[in-house]
């Protein structure tokens, strides 16, 4: 056959493999197109920006109706910043599905449309509802790290509105 698989059993008593990647050294070249050396720059950010991802609480998983679609959310203690993670677990093949909100967990009106805008993009999309169609490349980026914007400005609240 062309490749052989090993099966490596764990070191006794410790969770490691005898010839783990951990013990090797290697030469990465951090400057190489397509490394992801940026996008952990990325993810640092907004992890930091982010009171609801600095902490351990409020973690919850959200349906969708694609297997190769993980969803989760976070939210910070006071619900002001409020996060969902979709994450496309195919990395060869674009993946899109609806997502199920929890509107009412996130304190947000069923009736009103809202914003999210993907941290890692800054791309802004306008959802409404709980249910919201998510598309992912994983040749452009592998995840949507979004935020949901607490409310949203409509024509009616600027001055110039008669």
């Not at 890692?120 to 598309?135: A, F, R």
Request: proline share 6%; hydrophobic share 35%; glycine share 4%.
């Amino acid at each position: 056959p062309a490749f052989e698989l090993c099966e490596q059993a764990a070191l006794p008593g410790r969770e490691e493999y005898l010839n783990s990647e951990k013990f090797e050294i290697r030469d990465w070249d951090l400057q190489r197109p397509g490394h992801i050396r940026q996008a952990i720059s990325w993810i640092n950010r907004i992890r930091r920006e982010n009171p609801a991802l600095q902490q351990t609480r409020h973690l919850e998983f959200y349906d969708t109706n694609n297997e190769a679609l993980l969803a989760y959310g976070k939210v910070s203690d006071d619900l002001m910043n409020r996060i969902i993670v979709v994450i496309n677990l195919d990395n060869h093949h674009t993946q899109s599905g609806w997502l199920r909100l929890p509107l009412a967990e996130l304190k947000i009106d069923p009736q009103q449309p809202f914003l999210v805008r993907d941290l890692l993009s800054n791309d802004h999309y306008l959802w409404n509802g709980e249910n919201n169609y998510v598309q992912i490349d994983p040749s452009a980026m592998p995840a949507h790290i979004l935020s949901i914007r607490q409310s949203m400005k409509r024509e009616t609240d600027f001055d110039y509105f008669i």
